[in-house]
């Protein structure tokens, strides 16, 4: 394509975006509305002063259509106040809005041109237009939904707020309406009463259950990462254990590099071949011995915070007796290190059971809304573990609080929420 073409499509793009709803209507000639309507010009005109009064009645039409179609949603989510279940009140809800497809198409002709006064005769924008209705829609759904959270026995869990729910539900909806309209082979009939059961869950607690963590990051552990006693596919035989047990010693004073494949064998008492077919390499041999030590890291993770302690506490514990046991095998250290570094996908001993005993407290501080919202909660535990390993093993002698208090308060002051970040 060239770039003049390219420039002239741009161009084109642009203009569209700034034309006002009433530009967007004279393509439609005031012929073609009196014949669709019945009626004279004739009578077009006895009933409005120009084009653009008659602009500021389609609008205020969209507006009262709306608005009964708000009304209707209701009637559908109040069923779940009545002993419907919320996914069912959903189904209910998605017949509606597929039957009423008008209202949705000119919503979107009005975000084609959000910035622009809607006529001549008026200085309000589309984007109030939109705004003005989707704030009267979430002030009618609040009510309902409250109702609703409170007959299946559920709150909102923070940092989410009933108001967030309402403006996630009502987009979702809009969206997915939207998406039927031109494609409608592309949106199940069950979709969006799955989405809307999935998000509630999702962003709710029970009642005055004071949850481990919180719910939320329960689900996203579940969905995003390994559980924090993940091990290889190959840990479930018995000879992948027995090496990894018996190679241990062999690396508590001695690096990565000055252990033979033969030494691991003769310990474990096997075959050279059968301990590369079971960990490829010796750094991996090496950074297996942590096996022995994730159930007891994972109990301190565990622990049920009390009203002293927070998040951020946890993870101290965690890295304190994570520097010890490395500290006394610098080996395996070395080889998790090396493992992380070396290996991806398939790696006989996978480095993320030991981030992710701080990833449930990571995503806790995004659960309080203490997190920044770009910040990504596994890659941040990554990076809190990688980095306390490297001090570890660049400067064996420095205080293990100085390197926990360095690397959390480097890395933590970035990720933690400010005002307007």
Same mark, same amino acid.
């Given at each position: 394509?060239?770039?003049?073409?390219?420039?002239?499509?741009?161009?084109?793009?642009?203009?569209?975006?700034?034309?006002?709803?009433?530009?967007?209507?004279?393509?439609?000639? @005031?012929?073609?509305?009196?014949? %669709?309507?019945?009626?004279?010009?004739?009578?077009?005109?006895?009933?409005?002063?120009?084009?653009?009064?008659?602009?500021?009645?389609?609008?205020?039409?969209?507006?009262?259509?709306?608005?009964?179609?708000?009304?209707?949603?209701?009637?559908?989510?109040?069923?779940?106040?009545?002993?419907?279940?919320?996914?069912?009140?959903?189904?209910?809800?998605?017949?509606?809005?597929?039957?009423?497809?008008?209202?949705?198409?000119?919503?979107?002709?009005?975000?084609?041109?959000?910035?622009?006064?809607?006529?001549?005769?008026?200085?309000? @924008? #589309?984007?109030?237009?939109?705004?003005?209705?989707?704030?009267?829609?979430?002030?009618?759904?609040?009510?309902?939904?409250?109702?609703?959270?409170?007959?299946?026995?559920?709150?909102?869990?923070?940092?989410?707020?009933?108001?967030? /729910?309402?403006?996630?539900?009502?987009?979702?909806?809009?969206?997915?309406?939207?998406?039927?309209?031109?494609?409608?082979?592309?949106?199940?009939?069950?979709?969006?009463?799955?989405? *809307?059961?999935?998000?509630?869950?999702?962003?709710?607690?029970? *009642?005055?259950?004071?949850? !481990?963590?919180?719910?939320?990051?329960?689900?996203?552990?579940?969905?995003?990462?390994?559980?924090?006693?993940?091990?290889?596919?190959?840990?479930?035989?018995?000879?992948?254990?027995?090496? #990894? !047990?018996?190679?241990?010693?062999?690396?508590?004073?001695?690096?990565?590099?000055?252990? %033979?494949?033969?030494?691991?064998?003769?310990?474990?008492?096997?075959?050279?071949?059968?301990?590369?077919?079971?960990? $490829?390499?010796?750094?991996?041999? =090496? =950074?297996?011995?942590?096996?022995?030590?994730?159930?007891?890291? !994972?109990?301190?993770?565990?622990?049920? +915070?009390?009203?002293?302690? $927070?998040?951020?506490?946890?993870?101290?514990?965690?890295?304190?007796?994570?520097?010890?046991?490395?500290?006394?095998?610098?080996?395996?250290?070395?080889?998790?290190?090396? !493992?992380? *570094?070396?290996?991806? $996908?398939?790696?006989?001993?996978?480095?993320?059971?030991?981030?992710?005993?701080?990833?449930?407290?990571?995503?806790? /501080?995004?659960?309080?809304?203490? +997190?920044?919202?770009?910040?990504?909660?596994?890659?941040?535990?990554?990076?809190?573990?990688? /980095?306390?390993?490297?001090?570890?093993?660049?400067?064996?002698?420095?205080?293990?609080?100085?390197?926990?208090?360095?690397?959390?308060?480097?890395?933590?002051?970035?990720?933690?929420?400010?005002?307007?970040?």
């Amino acid at each position: 394509m060239s770039d003049r073409r390219t420039a002239l499509i741009d161009a084109g793009l642009e203009l569209v975006l700034e034309q006002r709803f009433q530009d967007l209507l004279a393509s439609v000639d @005031t012929r073609s509305i009196t014949e %669709k309507a019945g009626v004279t010009t004739g009578s077009f005109f006895h009933h409005f002063r120009n084009r653009a009064q008659f602009t500021d009645a389609v609008i205020d039409r969209l507006e009262q259509l709306w608005a009964e179609s708000t009304q209707r949603s209701l009637s559908a989510i109040d069923g779940f106040t009545e002993g419907v279940e919320f996914r069912a009140a959903a189904a209910l809800e998605w017949q509606r809005l597929e039957s009423e497809q008008q209202p949705s198409v000119l919503q979107h002709l009005l975000f084609a041109v959000v910035g622009q006064p809607v006529s001549d005769d008026t200085d309000r @924008t #589309a984007g109030d237009v939109l705004a003005a209705r989707y704030r009267a829609l979430q002030e009618s759904v609040l009510p309902a939904y409250r109702r609703g959270l409170a007959s299946i026995g559920r709150e909102m869990m923070p940092p989410f707020t009933d108001r967030d /729910l309402a403006v996630a539900l009502t987009a979702i909806g809009a969206g997915l309406k939207a998406r039927r309209f031109a494609d409608p082979e592309a949106v199940r009939p069950e979709l969006y009463a799955d989405l *809307v059961s999935v998000l509630v869950i999702a962003v709710t607690r029970p *009642v005055g259950e004071q949850v !481990e963590g919180s719910e939320l990051a329960s689900l996203e552990r579940q969905l995003v990462s390994p559980p924090s006693g993940l091990l290889p596919p190959k840990a479930e035989s018995g000879t992948w254990r027995h090496i #990894a !047990e018996a190679a241990a010693p062999l690396f508590s004073d001695r690096r990565v590099g000055e252990v %033979k494949v033969s030494e691991v064998a003769a310990a474990a008492g096997v075959s050279a071949s059968t301990v590369y077919h079971q960990f $490829g390499t010796v750094s991996a041999v =090496a =950074a297996a011995g942590w096996v022995r030590y994730l159930p007891e890291l !994972e109990a301190i993770s565990t622990e049920p +915070l009390t009203a002293q302690e $927070g998040p951020i506490v946890r993870m101290e514990q965690v890295l304190t007796r994570f520097i010890e046991v490395a500290r006394a095998n610098r080996g395996a250290l070395e080889g998790l290190v090396m !493992e992380s *570094v070396n290996r991806t $996908g398939e790696s006989p001993f996978p480095v993320a059971p030991i981030p992710s005993l701080l990833v449930p407290h990571v995503r806790e /501080l995004r659960t309080r809304g203490l +997190l920044r919202r770009r910040v990504d909660s596994v890659g941040l535990a990554r990076s809190i573990t990688q /980095l306390v390993a490297m001090r570890v093993l660049a400067v064996p002698d420095e205080p293990d609080e100085r390197v926990i208090d360095d690397t959390l308060g480097m890395l933590l002051e970035g990720a933690l929420a400010r005002e307007g970040r």
